[in-house]
């Protein structure tokens, strides 16, 4: 039931661009995006809804396939503020808040 | 936004011991949950603490290890009860201001030791 997040790890340069995906075997309301550093909290990024609707407030995009059961996050023009580690949370049913985390995507930004 | 914090930061307990874990809002939220993280690991969803009821616990977390409590609309707190070293980890408290799909803040984590 856990989603599975792929790369698990990816080491880019700055202004390089970065897709995370997030893969489920069972059907989505909505997927959570957020990351966390080290010793961090988790920070929101990106709400994605069963019927199309997003919300998130970052210079990053993400897409959800709701037939599929997927959604991938895109990191464009990536910033050494980019690192830390990514997690999609998934909620199956609606307005319950729960939500099942993948593994993570640790993303590592060069100069 | 929501800015969340919890006390204690870190605690190190020796084993058979309880731990009692406080997460304070500087707002009013509906929901609140609390999860926990191994070191590197990913987030595991202990329970769902609503105002005026009783908290509901995933699978394999139960009451009388894991109680809860939430008085009021910006404060709860989770037990950690006969501690043994499997329970060493991080503990996160979120909340979401409505009860529809909603962003989840989250606090800083405790991190507990048992020795």
């Known amino acids: 039931q856990q989603p599975v997040q792929s790369p698990q790890a990816v080491i880019l340069r700055e202004g390089e661009d970065a897709v995370i995906n997030c893969s489920s075997s069972k059907a989505l309301y909505s997927v959570h995006w957020y990351r966390q550093k080290h010793g961090e909290a988790p920070v929101f990024l990106m709400i994605l809804l069963k019927g199309g609707e997003q919300k998130g407030h970052e210079k990053i995009s993400a897409s959800f396939n709701e037939k599929k059961q997927q959604s991938s996050l895109y990191l464009t023009a990536s910033q050494l503020s980019y690192s830390g580690t990514y997690f999609c949370?998934?909620?199956?049913?609606?307005?319950?808040?729960?939500?099942?985390f993948g593994q993570g995507t640790t993303l590592q930004v060069k100069p | 936004s929501a800015v969340i914090s919890q006390k204690p930061s870190r605690d190190i307990c020796q084993r058979g011991t309880s731990l009692t874990i406080q997460c304070q809002v500087d707002?009013?939220?509906?929901?609140m949950f609390w999860y926990r993280q191994q070191p590197g690991q990913s987030l595991t969803l202990i329970a769902t603490?609503?105002?005026?009821?009783?908290?509901?616990?995933e699978s394999g977390f139960v009451i009388d290890k894991f109680p809860i409590s939430r008085p009021n609309l910006t404060f709860s707190t989770l037990t950690v009860s006969n501690l043994s070293p499997e329970d060493s980890s991080i503990y996160l408290c979120?909340?979401?201001?409505?009860?529809?799909?909603?962003?989840?803040?989250f606090g800083p984590g405790t991190r507990l030791t048992v020795l």
């Open positions: 707002s009013q939220v509906t929901m």
């Open positions: 603490a609503n105002q005026g009821s009783e908290a509901t616990y």
């Open positions: 949370g998934t909620e199956m049913t609606g307005n319950t808040g729960k939500l099942i």
């Open positions: 979120s909340a979401s201001r409505t009860f529809s799909t909603d962003t989840q803040y």
